[in-house]
């Protein structure tokens, strides 16, 4: 597996921050800005907020091919009182070196490159994503070795897909805790 590392610029926005950037961009109900705000601050893990488009661009990379695939993801951490409290995840990356077998992936460099070259202000790489087809989503041994070793900020996310069974499995930070379904939400606020 060959992965490089990105710059460690801390991209960590504050909530209000993150709301009123949001607002600014006009696409979305200030009503359901409120509501992720809201839960946001509620929980004890991170809320995941992902922008319907990305998850269409990931679900659409790894259900073209019965082997392994995956990706970065782009988007913003927002912190609440010093801690990590929504991940909005804008884009999905597809790795395009995917000379993957199905139980082992390898994402070249190439991705990293895309990826850094096209943030834009305030955009960081939030995670990555990978497919498991028709084994189930977890994180495998290799996965908690990949997170920890290049996903180990506080806002990393993992996210697993297993577009056979139609599983989904999110961790988040170096230690690879489980986000729970209920914290990761689909589409854009108020859409
Ligand atoms: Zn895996």
């Known amino acids: 597996m060959r992965w490089t590392d990105l710059p460690s610029t801390s991209p960590l926005r504050t909530l209000e921050a993150w709301r009123e950037s949001v607002l600014a961009q006009g696409r979305v109900e200030p009503a ?31 259900g073209a091919s019965a082997l392994e695939r995956g990706g970065l993801l782009a988007g913003t951490p927002v912190s609440l009182d010093g801690a990590v409290a929504l991940v909005h ?12 077998t199905p139980l082992s992936l390898r994402l070249g ?14 955009e960081a790489v939030v995670g990555w994503f990978h497919s498991h087809p028709g084994i189930g989503a977890f994180f495998s041994d290799t996965d908690r070795r990949t997170q920890a070793d ?14 056979v069974r139609g599983e989904h499995a999110w ?21």
Request: overall charge negative; proline content about 7%; charged content about 15%.
């Open 32 to 62: 359901g800005v409120a509501a992720i705000v809201a839960r946001a601050q509620a929980g004890d893990a991170p809320l995941v907020l992902i922008d319907a488009q990305a998850m269409e661009v990931a679900a659409h990379h790894v």
């Open 89 to 100: 995840v804008t884009r999905a990356i597809p790795g395009t070196e995917d000379d993957a």
């Open 109 to 122: 460099a190439t991705v990293w490159s895309r990826a850094n070259a096209s943030l834009l202000p305030g």
């Open 150 to 163: 290049f996903f180990a900020q506080a806002f990393s996310l993992g996210w697993v897909i297993d577009p």
């Open 171 to 191: 961790f988040v930070g170096a230690r690879c805790e489980s986000v729970p379904v209920q914290r990761v939400v689909a589409g854009r606020p108020g859409a």
